[in-house]
């Protein structure tokens, strides 16, 4: 199974600053990443797919990179309802798994 | 509007059996692979199963493979998991999500329904 190390696991910050979490893929699953956006009491929701590629309507701020088995998402711009938990999600192969989730908190 | 309506969850002892239905509308359903994901309380997500839109690719996590079955009634545009021999560990909210493709990988789940709550105790 391919197992998928994100960090930090919480992180504190500020409206406007800039924002990294990193997804460690265990080999190599290509460009299969994906990451969804998870507020309290709400179903996941589609931010990025494919390593880099942004949902329709997701703002700009909001981007995706990748170097060999490191996968990132950054917020350029922090606005107070990006604060939520974030999870990556490999599709390379089955079983599909995630990672352990990042709460972003003020 | 692309809507996922899960339903079936509830409170169930040890070893029993629940089945998990998802209602889908706004697109077409035999044209997506269709997924089960769950979230214990206060934790992250877990995969549990995928269906191809014809059935003939599924797939299980370890935690649960042999225990529970995914299926899929084209006609009805519904998706299913039938859960067996449940035990605490399975309490969990379960998703059902909607894949991009018909089947195969490097895929992503866009939208999630709202999930149901299936609870394990005695």
């Known amino acids: 199974d391919v197992q998928m190390t994100q960090s930090p696991s919480s992180l504190s910050a500020s409206v406007g600053d800039r924002v990294t979490i990193v997804c460690r893929a265990s080999?190599?699953?290509?460009?299969?990443l994906n990451w969804y956006q998870q507020k309290p009491g709400k179903a996941p929701k589609l931010l990025i797919y494919?390593?880099?590629n942004l949902q329709s309507g997701v703002p700009s701020r909001f981007s995706g990179s990748r170097s060999g088995t490191d996968f990132t998402l950054t917020i350029s711009s922090l606005q107070p309802e990006d604060f939520a938990t974030y999870y990556c999600?490999?599709?390379?192969?089955?079983?599909?798994?995630f990672g352990q989730g990042t709460k972003l908190e003020i | 509007e692309v809507q996922l309506v899960e339903s079936g969850g509830g409170l169930v002892q040890p070893g029993r059996s629940l089945r998990l239905s998802c209602a889908a509308s706004?697109?077409?359903?035999?044209?997506?692979?269709m997924h089960w994901v769950r979230q214990a309380p206060g934790k992250g997500l877990e995969w549990v199963s995928g269906?191809?839109?014809?059935?003939?690719?599924?797939g299980y996590a370890d935690s649960v493979k042999g225990r529970f079955t995914i299926s899929r009634d084209n006609a009805k545009n519904s998706l299913y998991l039938q859960m067996n021999s449940l035990r605490p560990e399975d309490t969990a909210l379960y998703y059902c999500?909607?894949?991009?493709?018909?089947?195969?990988?490097?895929?992503?789940?866009?939208?999630w329904g709202q999930g149901t709550l299936v609870t394990v105790s005695s």
């Open positions: 999500a909607k894949d991009v493709y018909a089947s195969g990988s490097g895929n992503w789940f866009d939208p």
């Open positions: 706004g697109f077409t359903f035999n044209d997506s692979a």
């Open positions: 269906i191809s839109w014809n059935s003939g690719t599924i």
């Open positions: 080999r190599s699953i290509s460009w299969y």
């Open positions: 494919a390593t880099s």
């Open positions: 999600h490999q599709s390379y192969s089955t079983p599909y798994t």
